[in-house]
């Protein structure tokens, strides 16, 4: 009897191995991004983000809409139909898994640039010191931890729209730059491939070029790996010099960082036409700009929705037509679409009436957050946890230049084609176990054999 339960446990688990082998296949293939020069680059080619804003609720009704199956896999067949490669998400919920979402986005051909924060976990512009915690770094790294594993993660934004058109709120940029800083150094430390970090600046002519340089002066651990802002200039009908968007072109020629439209889609009107478009993606734009995010997928107070929500399917509004029929007219150029290879730093802004910042001088890193650059984060505390911004554990000094250089790093994002959510790969089946498990029923039915 015991010859014959060995057998039959035996082959059970010959059975789960071989059933497992059958069931597990491999996800479709996205080559991670990265930056060279002033451009992102998926593998060898040159990348533009061609996406919209996807948070449904908004601020509001705040929810997150990639942890939510049914819905995700819902609202990707509309980006798929409108031909998006890029999705950008504000808020998640850093707690829960995110594989089947991602995946789905993978498999669409869809990348996500994600927004750290959270309503309640953030840097408060009107105290930025307080706010800078280790409370809150605890939370965006274990956002880090959620996304990193995924090569469909396209970017990291450390903050949106902090300073806005007052000149007091950019006494918050140290402190949204040392949120960039960290956030770099943590990916380092924890062997993660070199997911881009950058902002995401507000629509305000008066300081936006100041910010833009500020990202990237200093150390090259300061620096951000892009920069991100949202423009609602075109209104139509316009043209590319009425709208000022060839003065901006001129303004950031010289920038050696990569430069896209965070949001954009002016609603002045009764439908958008999305011109604009052919000027993005054009030849006059994309020696300096790497694309944009129209503003949103979903209808919300503010009316600038692509579809309505409700209970059933989503509803395409004009706009959604409009869109598609915009990006599917606009080709972006082949090659590298007069991209630069190189560039050097900015210089520091001086401080002015629109910008009251002196030098570069940042806030160390908390010492109770040192601890996760080692260790990890831990979980993350979604988004309803009790919140940062109130919370002890301020930086308590000036960072020394280079200190915020990782002490390890991961690979180059692109350096080679791999799957589309890393995580989600089937793994390398060995043939030990199988082997092994061959000797054991042949030893077992010659143990039956002689008993």
Avoid at 137 to 143: K, P, R
Avoid at 251 to 275: A, H, Q, T, V
């Amino acid at each position: 009897m015991k010859g014959v339960q060995a057998i039959l446990s035996t082959s059970v688990a010959l059975s789960a191995t071989t059933a497992l082998a059958g069931t597990l296949s491999p996800r479709a293939s996205l080559p991670a991004v990265s930056v060279k020069g002033n451009a992102f680059y998926a593998g060898s080619e040159r990348f533009y983000v061609r996406g919209v804003d996807y948070q449904p609720g908004g601020s509001s009704k705040l929810k997150d809409p990639i942890a939510d199956e049914a819905d995700c896999t819902r609202d990707i067949e509309k980006f798929k139909a409108l031909g998006l490669n890029t999705v950008r998400v504000y808020s998640v919920d850093n707690s829960v898994n995110h594989d089947v979402c991602m995946n789905a986005l993978a498999d669409a051909g869809i990348y996500l640039v994600l927004d750290v924060n959270t309503p309640k976990y953030s840097i408060n512009r009107d105290d930025p010191h307080t706010s800078y915690n280790d409370v809150y770094l605890q939370n965006i790294f274990a956002t880090i931890d959620a996304f990193a594993k995924y090569t469909n993660t396209l970017a990291f934004f450390s903050g949106n729209e902090v300073i806005n058109d007052t000149q007091s709120s950019t006494q918050a940029a140290p402190y949204v730059k040392a949120v960039t800083r960290d956030m770099r150094q943590y990916i380092g430390n924890r062997k993660y491939r070199q997911i881009p970090v950058g902002y995401s600046a507000a629509d305000v002519d008066s300081n936006r070029y100041d910010l833009a340089q500020y990202m990237n002066c200093g150390p090259d651990d300061e620096r951000s790996d892009f920069f991100a802002f949202n423009d609602y200039s075109w209104c139509a009908p316009s043209t590319f010099t009425t709208s000022t968007w060839s003065e901006k072109v001129e303004l950031f020629s010289n920038y050696s960082l990569p430069l896209f439209l965070s949001e954009y889609g002016c609603n002045k009107g009764s439908d958008r036409p999305f011109e604009e478009i052919s000027a993005l993606y054009g030849d006059k734009m994309t020696p300096v700009y790497s694309g944009g995010l129209v503003y949103e997928y979903s209808m919300e107070e503010n009316d600038y929705g692509l579809v309505r929500l409700g209970s059933g399917a989503p509803s395409e509004l004009p706009d959604f037509d409009n869109l598609k029929t915009a990006l599917a007219g606009t080709q972006s150029p082949k090659g590298d679409g007069g991209a630069k290879s190189s560039g050097t730093p900015s210089n520091c802004p001086a401080q002015s009436d629109s910008w009251d910042v002196t030098g570069d001088f940042l806030p160390a890193i908390p010492e109770g957050a040192k601890k996760y650059m080692d260790s990890g984060a831990g979980k993350g505390v979604g988004l309803q946890g009790a919140g940062s911004q109130n919370s002890p554990g301020a930086s308590t000094g000036t960072a020394t230049p280079g200190s915020g250089a990782a002490t390890a790093t991961g690979s180059a994002a692109g350096a080679t084609k791999t799957g589309a959510a890393a995580s989600l790969h089937a793994p390398k089946l060995s043939l030990t176990p199988i082997v092994c498990g061959v000797v054991v029923v042949l030893s077992s039915l010659l143990g039956a054999t002689l008993l």
